[in-house]
């Protein structure tokens, strides 16, 4: 009977752990995961995709390339973007991102869950 | 009360899947995963990291590092490979490379459930 742990082959003193990523394609197309999470909390925290790029360390294009592309992978517009100059303007979550943000932490939650069995089943 | 499905964002005729990768990190530094538990088995159906490699599309010095890493990272030599030179020697896996390679195996079917009870969630 093979043994469930990896117990024998561990070396003492070293620590190993479960660890994994977790995303949503849509039609085979990465569509929402960590990366698009924390952009949307960032834009919600800040009111601003530039405030919210420089906060992720990541160029405006970027930022602005992304949520243009969450914006075409569902039925809703995840960011609406008020025109406006100089200290004007500023950038607010839909209801529909607001959704999403709150699945995708659920969904963090259940995988913090697995994780944290399959490191039990790893190191007990 | 949040709804805990997507259906109302979701695009019709589109298909959102949840996926996601697991690995196992030793000291902070993955050790093993998909790609390894491939090329352990690779070594085991060949007899040999050169076939093996050949077989995954990676350098035989890229499969070859990535044996020794293992070899370092458990208590346990995990591929043992016999001198010989044209058509002699060859790689076998030893009982620990064995065990790993279904601890993996184990672990992969355990985060598939996972992802199938995931994309329920998702879709029903």
Known sequence: MMKQNLDSIQ???SRYTAKGTLWIECDGR????PGRAQLLTAIAGTG???KAARQMGMS???????????????T??????QP??????????????????SYH?????RFQQFLALENELLND
Chains 1, 2 share one sequence.
Request: aromatic share 8%; with cysteine; net charge neutral.
């Open 84 to 101: 406006g100059g100089e200290g004007g303007g500023g950038s607010v979550l839909t209801p529909a991102a607001q959704e999403l943000v």
């Open 76 to 81: 809703e517009i995840m960011v609406i973007t």
């Open 60 to 74: 405006y294009k970027k930022a602005w390339n992304m949520v243009q592309e969450l914006n075409s992978q569902f």
């Open 48 to 50: 601003s995709i530039n």
């Open 30 to 33: 990465r569509c929402f995961g």
């Open 105 to 109: 932490e659920a969904m963090r939650l």
């Open 11 to 13: 070396k003492p003193g």
